[in-house]
């Protein structure tokens, strides 16, 4: 038995591993994982600001009636915000979810509740925003 307690215990650990002895006790794997996380999240975040819409230049649209007037006519009312003017395109389906009708309305720049009618070739069942694109103010008028 030893004398002393230290004795006992080996302070050897033994030969250190190849990354251990290139690098010694710096934390290089740890700051290249973070700095990978915070890469990753950025861009991830950006992907999911894109698809929602949330990104500068883009037109949010939501629709808030729709209604078949007629055989040969649709009627929707929608709300959109943008920054400069948008041309939104609408279309109406039938109950086979055929496109009867469809139709591009300008619309003014801010937040603006807009009403549109569809002519149709048949009997509508319903009617839709299908996409709002912004359109860049040139500037010059047309007098």
Same mark, same amino acid.
């Given at each position: ?17 190849? /990354? +251990? ?10 700051? #290249?994982?973070? &700095?990978? !996380? *915070? ?34 006519? /649709? +009627? ?10 948008? #041309?939104?395109? &609408?279309? !109406? *389906? ?50």
């Amino acid at each position: 038995m030893p004398s002393k307690p230290d004795e006992a215990v080996s302070h050897d650990a033994g030969p250190a591993t190849g /990354a +251990r002895r290139r690098l010694g006790n710096r934390p290089v794997f740890f700051v #290249l994982g973070v &700095i990978a !996380a *915070v890469v990753f999240t950025i861009g991830w975040g950006f992907a999911l600001l894109s698809y929602s819409g949330s990104m500068p230049g883009q037109v949010h649209f939501q629709t808030a009636t729709w209604d078949v007037v007629s055989d040969s006519e /649709a +009627r929707i009312t929608f709300q959109t915000n943008s920054r400069d003017g948008a #041309l939104c395109l &609408i279309s !109406a *389906v039938d109950e086979q979810h055929v496109q009867v009708g469809q139709s591009e309305v300008p619309v003014e720049s801010g937040v603006r509740d807009v009403e549109a009618t569809i002519d149709t070739v048949r009997r509508a069942s319903a009617v839709q925003v299908v996409s709002c694109r912004e359109q860049a103010s040139t500037g010059e008028s047309t007098e």
